[in-house]
C-alpha cells in the first residue's frame, strides 16, 4: 500500500491536491487529529490489498498537537512503515494575494498579528515537514492543471490507473441529445435498417444490422476519420486536467446506426491502455414495434 501525507502552507494548494488524489483513486482522509494519525497507518496496513493508495492531509489547523507527529513519524521509520510527505510551497507573495483574493483569514492571523506574520509562523511550524517532504512542489505559478501534471508524474508513472474516463453513448435524436455530452456526432446520414422489415426490430448490437449500417462503406470511412479526431483530442484532455469526456453518437431513434458506430468506436478505443472505457446504449430498447 501506498500512503502520502499531504501538507505545506496554508493557501499552497493543498486541498486542491487532495482533490487530484481522489480522482486518482486514493483514499483521502484531510484533517485527522495528530493522536489518530499512528491508528489510521496500522489499519491501513491491516486493509490487505482493499485499499491500494492512502492520502493523510495534515495542515496547521492541527494547532498544539502538530508537534506530537515528529513523534508518530519517528515511529513509522523504527517499524518500517512505508510513507511518503508531499509538501505544497508557494512564496510569501503568492501566499499573500491569495489569501486577499479569498478574503480569508490565515489560521495564524489572530489578535494583533499580521498576515504576513501568520504565513512566518506557519513557515517554522511546518519546518520538520518541509525537511522530511519526499516532495516539495512549489505552485507559485502553478496552473490546476500543471499541478495535476505534477501529481501524475510523481503518483501515476509506474501505477494502472485510468486517468481520463471515457464513455461512448448512443442515442436517439428523436428522444434528445444527452445532456452530459461532450462530443455528439450525427450518424443520420448513414444506411437506415429501420426500413428494411427483417432488420427493423434488430439492433445495432446485431451482425445483420451492422452489416447494413456499413455497406458502401461510408460507416467505415467515417471510423477512420473519427477515430483519428478522438486519438488527436485525448491528450489534450488529459493536459488540461479533464477526468472524463462522454461521447455521443445519434441517429434517429437510438436502435440501429448510433448503437453500430457507438460499438465500432468503442472497439477502437479499447486500444487505449491509459483510459477507463464505457459504452452505453441508452435509447436502445424503445421503439420495439
Known amino acids: 500500500m501506498r500512503m502520502v501525507i499531504v501538507t505545506g502552507m496554508s493557501g499552497a494548494g493543498r486541498f486542491t491536491a487532495m482533490k487530484i488524489l481522489e480522482d486518482m483513486k486514493f483514499y483521502c482522509v484531510d484533517n485527522l487529529p495528530i493522536p489518530l494519525v499512528g491508528k489510521f497507518a496500522e489499519l491501513m496496513q491491516e486493509s490487505r490489498g482493499e485499499i491500494e493508495n492512502a492520502a493523510l492531509g495534515i495542515d496547521i489547523r492541527t494547532g498544539d498537537e502538530l508537534p506530537a507527529l515528529q513523534d508518530t513519524l519517528d515511529d513509522w521509520d523504527r517499524k518500517h512503515i512505508a510513507y511518503e510527505i508531499l509538501y505544497l510551497e508557494a512564496s510569501d507573495d503568492t ?10 483569514d490565515h489560521p495564524l492571523q489572530t489578535g494583533e498579528r499580521r498576515l504576513e506574520d501568520g504565513i512566518a509562523l506557519e513557515r517554522e511550524k511546518l519546518a520538520f515537514l518541509k525537511k522530511r517532504a519526499t516532495y ?3 505552485t507559485s505559478n502553478l496552473l490546476v492543471r500543471e499541478l495535476k501534471t505534477e501529481l501524475s508524474d510523481i503518483f501515476q508513472k509506474h501505477a494502472k490507473f485510468s486517468s481520463l474516463n471515457v464513455t461512448v453513448l448512443s442515442f436517439g435524436f428523436k428522444y434528445g441529445i444527452p445532456i452530459d455530452a461532450d462530443l455528439v456526432f450525427d450518424v443520420r446520414f448513414l444506411p437506415n435498417p429501420y426500413y428494411v422489415p427483417e432488420l427493423k426490430r434488430h439492433t445495432g448490437n446485431d451482425p445483420a444490422v451492422q452489416a447494413y449500417v456499413r455497406r458502401g462503406g461510408v460507416a467505415d ?3 477512420r476519420r473519427l477515430t483519428d479526431l478522438i486519438n488527436f483530442l485525448l491528450p489534450h484532455y488529459v493536459r488540461e486536467g479533464k ?4 461521447i455521443a453518437v445519434g441517429c434517429t431513434g437510438g436502435r440501429h446506426r448510433s448503437v453500430t458506430v457507438a460499438n465500432m468506436l468503442a472497439e477502437k478505443l479499447r486500444q487505449h491502455e491509459d483510459i477507463g472505457l464505457k459504452l452505453e446504449h441508452r435509447d436502445i430498447d424503445r421503439d420495439r414495434k
Not at 243 to 246: D, F, G, T
Open 221 to 223: 470511412e467515417f471510423m
Open 243 to 246: 477526468n472524463s469526456l462522454v
Open 95 to 104: 501566499l499573500v494575494r491569495r489569501f486577499k483574493e479569498s478574503r480569508r
Open 136 to 138: 516539495i512542489i512549489d
